[in-house]
């Protein structure tokens, strides 16, 4: 599976809403779809899981939906540590557990 | 206190060989897979290989033709990837993540902070 994010980067202001897009390019079997948060110098950070499922910590201002081969990821007011770049992820039984490009998110 | 220690990055010729290595401490390493995730500079991740928690099965990456090996030592809490036939696209910071499963699934919940692998001549 080819995950293809966009857009490449968002230009955003604390504050403001975020929307990121992940699209498969094989309808993703069990919703097996993941995102995560990475910012220069510290580990990668899985935000959700099962499309729609938060991890342990993360708040609710972070929500994700999608089916087959569109998922969202939503930041509703981002926060200043928000800022970041955030990946799509295949998982579940099926490997090769594949990223996308990755988004961008950046002060405007 | 989950940590994942990553180990034996550096500089190597194109050709050569690397052992990279991965201590896990704060949780029972022996009941989780665990994986190898790379990405080099300027560009995303990428997923290289995994691991089940006993060792059975391992998965690999289709672009690594098979120059890469994934092994675990559960009495040493540690993860290796050895890297042979080092090419210069395989310059990139290395990273180790344990699965939330015993069986890999690619949930990938923890990770440490990597190692450099530079190839150059």
């Known amino acids: 599976i080819v995950l293809t994010q966009s857009p490449d980067i968002l230009s955003l202001s604390p504050g403001e809403r975020a929307t990121l897009s992940c699209r498969a390019s094989?309808?993703?079997?069990?919703?097996?779809l993941a995102w995560y948060q990475h910012k220069p110098g510290q580990t990668p950070r899985l935000l959700i899981s099962d499309t729609s499922r938060r991890a342990t910590g993360v708040p609710e201002r972070f929500s994700a939906s999608g089916s087959g081969t569109d998922f969202t990821l939503t930041i509703t007011r981002l926060e200043p540590e928000d800022f970041a770049v955030y990946y799509c992820q295949h998982h579940g039984n099926s490997p090769p557990w594949t990223f996308g490009q990755g988004t961008k998110v950046e002060v405007k | 206190q989950v940590a994942l220690v990553e180990s034996g990055g550096g500089v190597v010729q194109p050709g050569k060989s690397l052992r990279l290595s991965c201590a896990a401490s704060?949780?029972?390493?022996?009941?989780?897979?665990m994986h190898w995730v790379r990405q080099a500079a300027g560009r995303g991740l990428e997923w290289v290989a995994a691991i089940y928690y006993d060792g059975s099965n391992a998965h690999y990456a289709d672009s690594l033709t098979g120059r890469f090996t994934i092994s675990r030592d559960n009495s040493r809490n540690t993860v290796f990837l050895e890297t042979n036939s080092l090419r210069a696209e395989d310059t990139a910071t290395y990273y180790c993540?344990?699965?939330?499963?015993?069986?890999?699934?690619?949930?990938?919940?923890?990770w440490g902070l990597g190692t450099l692998v530079t190839v150059s001549s």
């Open positions: 993540a344990r699965d939330l499963y015993r069986a890999s699934r690619g949930y990938l919940d923890k």
């Open positions: 094989q309808s993703v079997s069990g919703s097996f």
């Open positions: 704060g949780f029972n390493f022996k009941n989780y897979a």
